[in-house]
């Protein structure tokens, strides 16, 4: 029966049930699990994963990578920062041109890798260290905390007892479904992850694909960053950088998104920041010793994964024998 | 028979019940929780001052809790967290002085009181006070040493740390201000950021040696890990000329002063900083308000600042330094109530 269930379903059932079933336990042996607060500031939290992992997600697309992503994050929290604090301007025009900032970014990687002929991981990993020192020199370091209330109003609020930030990065969610669900630039990027080669001779601009992705990349970069600067209320140069990477990767991966390029799962992201964020927020209510806590973390993560393999592998034998 | 055994074991047992109540009573049902930024051995004395204060003020629970690693979304989780489980006052070093307020800010909303400790969170913000040590007043003290041990002329070095934290612009500020005192007789040959880390720290001080050690006449470093990699490199290279001041008492930095390659070192309160932090959560938690005409300090981070206090250790005080900072701690502790805070 266990195995039948296993064997139902794609990936992203297979995580809901592992994401259920640890809903279940965390909440059954720490009842703070599902206190308001502690879900409130797991949403909050969650949703900017999300869009983190959505912004490496569209670049594992074409089997390429971003590690630049959490450059341009913190660009962009800054940027916002400037633009709201220094020049005063209206959050709607400043978040605009913070996400115009992030995709020219995110063209300059794109630019450089087609241009070059570069593999996208030296490419970025160049950029990420270009963006942030760029951003210290502007900055200088300062963190700007007069940022208006409205921002940090926005992001402490929620519809009914869903986190509006966790409605923004489902949103987002569901235009990238429909782009690569039901597009034909969304088709493109696939083909150009699957098989470069093959994709061309069909007719397939593979390098402008490749550039569409990278400033995709970055606006949902730009897009994270406001998000953390509205949930911090404040643009600090130590946010995003660095400490999105895993996370930026976790997500996609766990969700069912290859590594080689090609095939991607919009909803799989989701899940798969659901699964580490509950990991992490039920080993930490459960009280569970801090310096034990990476090592859970990692213990809970491989299991997840390979009780998803293992589901997957029955799934396919079973569709196999079936045929 | 058995009446009287059932007299006796009932005897025995209120007997016992008395001698253990005052083990057992808890003068406050307050759950309290001191967290730092992140693992660092300056908060290692948090935990027996959390202890200490637990046993002291007959606190229902004091505990310290360290994030796993020095980011300020571990810390937050880990804060939250505690919360939910119910925690209901919170000492904290701020992982980022800006970014915690949002969390703090959200604690009050939920009556929930927080005091920033060992480092201050930027005003506006939502914490009650901020006890630190005195960072500028730290810095300039040393550096005053220090120039008195270089015999008033020469060059010195600051190893300063994380270039994105606020204190180490005071630190720059301090070390800049006491060099300028002298008058031209002292330079500043250079500072050096980000050395408040083993590798990065390792790296600067001995490029900085092999570089130019022949100008340099004094390094101050004003931060744990740069104090103890600059100890360390200069007894490596074992010169005694080049003198040092140095900040915390890590075993290395002591040994130094006692091997006479370290002439100082300023010593910090962080086991103050915990004690006091607990017990004034303590009353806090319990109905106690901040009296707005106490003497709170005003520094360029908060308005609500108190010195934890500081000193500087040198070869003659390097054995009863401890018992210093202990006296220190009782006097700020006999005080605190009646100086800081309204209780009815």
Known sequence: MAAGLLMRGSTQFGLFVILFIMWVVFSSLAPGFLSRFNLNSVGRSVAIDIVVGFAQMV????????????????????????????WGLPIPVAILLTLGLGGVLGWLNGFAITRTGVNSFVVTLATASLFTGAMLIFSKGVPL?????????????????????????????????????????GRQILAAGANPRAAEMSGVPVDRVIVFVHVLSGVLAAAAAIMLTAKNGAALPGAAGDDWLL??????????????????????????????????SGLLVLQIGNFWLQLFLGIFLLGAILLERYRSALAVRAQTRAA | ??????????????????????????????????????????????????????????????????????????????????????TNAFGIFPGDAVGINSTIGEFKANNIPAVALGGCAQDPTDMNFCMATDVYQSAYIGTKALIEAMGGKGAVVH?????????TVLRVQAVEKAVAETNGAVTLLQTIGDTD???????????LLASSKDKVGGIIATGYVSSVVTATALKNLGDKRIKMIGIDDDKIVLDGIKDGFVSGTMAQNPYGQGYIGAYALDLIAGGCTLKADAPWVKTPQTAHFIDSGTLLISSA????????????TKKIQGSFKDTYLTCS
């Open chain 1, 59 to 86: 670049v594992l697309a074409t089997g390429g990578m971003n590690l630049s992503v959490g450059a341009i994050g913190v660009c962009s929290v800054m940027t916002l920062g400037y633009f709201l604090q220094m």
């Open chain 1, 145 to 185: 905390n007069g940022l208006p209330p409205e921002l940090g109003a926005f992001a402490k609020s929620s519809v009914g007892r869903v986190p509006t930030l966790a409605i923004v990065a489902i949103g987002i969610g569901i235009a990238l479904y429909v782009l690569f669900k039901h597009s034909v630039l």
């Open chain 1, 247 to 280: 996370p930026s990767f976790l997500a996609p991966v766990i969700g069912g998104t290859s590594l080689a390029g090609g095939l991607i799962s919009v909803v799989g992201t989701i899940f798969g920041a659901l699964l580490v964020s509950t990991i992490r």
């Open chain 2, 1 to 86: 028979m058995r009446t009287r055994f059932s007299r006796g074991f009932a005897a025995a047992t209120l007997a016992c019940s008395v001698a253990l109540f005052p083990l057992v009573a808890s003068a406050s049902d307050n759950k309290i929780v001191l967290v730092p930024g992140g693992p660092h051995p300056y908060f290692a004395p948090w935990e027996q001052a959390a202890a200490d204060a637990q046993k002291d003020f007959s606190i229902a629970s004091v505990e310290y809790k360290v994030p796993s690693e020095w980011k300020l979304e571990m810390q937050t989780e880990l804060l939250e967290s505690l919360a939910a489980q119910g």
């Open chain 2, 159 to 167: 190893m300063a740390g994380l270039l994105i934290d606020p204190n």
């Open chain 2, 197 to 207: 880390s083993q590798e990065a720290g390792d790296q600067k001080v001995n490029a």
């Open chain 2, 317 to 328: 005080n390097a054995e009863t330094y401890k018992d210093d900072l202990k006296a220190l």
